[in-house]
């Protein structure tokens, strides 16, 4: 979800270069290189959905948005082995515990190999 600030900046300056699966919008803009010279260089920035993070950018736009793409990969792009997009749920009740976390009871399967606590002589 957008502020008011970008809001304003998107209408005013940003060209939308198109929408990902889940309708998030991609945007960039031509500014002057500040850094010396006239050259103009490409902002680029994305209008979340309300309550995402960043890591919502799908694989196909993340390129582009950091420069590494001159253009955003097109979907047939990708590659049957590729998941789709999930969210990342560490601190959330779905948050993946391996066996023997304390969330998950706190007992954990002995192995033949098991390990001895060392304690101090005294």
Same mark, same amino acid.
């Given at each position: 979800?957008?502020?008011? @600030?970008? %809001?304003?900046? &998107?209408?005013?300056?940003?060209?939308?270069?198109?929408?990902?699966?889940?309708?998030?919008?991609?945007?960039e803009?031509?500014i002057?290189?500040? &850094?010396?010279?006239?050259?103009?260089?490409?902002? %680029?920035?994305?209008?979340?959905?309300?309550?995402?993070?960043?890591?919502?950018?799908?694989?196909?736009?993340?390129?582009?948005?950091?420069?590494?793409?001159? /253009?955003?990969?097109p979907?047939?792009?990708?590659?049957?082995?590729? +998941?789709?997009?999930?969210?990342?749920? &560490?601190?959330?009740?779905?948050?993946?515990h391996?066996? @023997?976390?304390?969330?998950q009871? @706190? +007992?954990?399967?002995?192995? &033949?190999?098991?390990?001895?606590?060392?304690?101090? /002589?005294?």
């Amino acid at each position: 979800m957008a502020n008011l @600030g970008t %809001r304003i900046y &998107t209408r005013f300056k940003g060209r939308l270069v198109g929408k990902d699966a889940d309708g998030r919008c991609y945007y960039e803009a031509r500014i002057l290189n500040r &850094t010396g010279g006239g050259e103009k260089r490409h902002e %680029r920035w994305v209008i979340y959905h309300k309550g995402e993070d960043a890591s919502a950018v799908p694989p196909e736009w993340w390129g582009w948005l950091h420069h590494v793409d001159a /253009e955003p990969l097109p979907e047939s792009a990708r590659q049957p082995w590729q +998941q789709p997009w999930q969210p990342n749920r &560490t601190g959330t009740a779905e948050a993946y515990h391996p066996p @023997g976390s304390d969330c998950q009871g @706190g +007992q954990r399967a002995s192995t &033949t190999s098991d390990y001895e606590a060392w304690y101090p /002589e005294g």
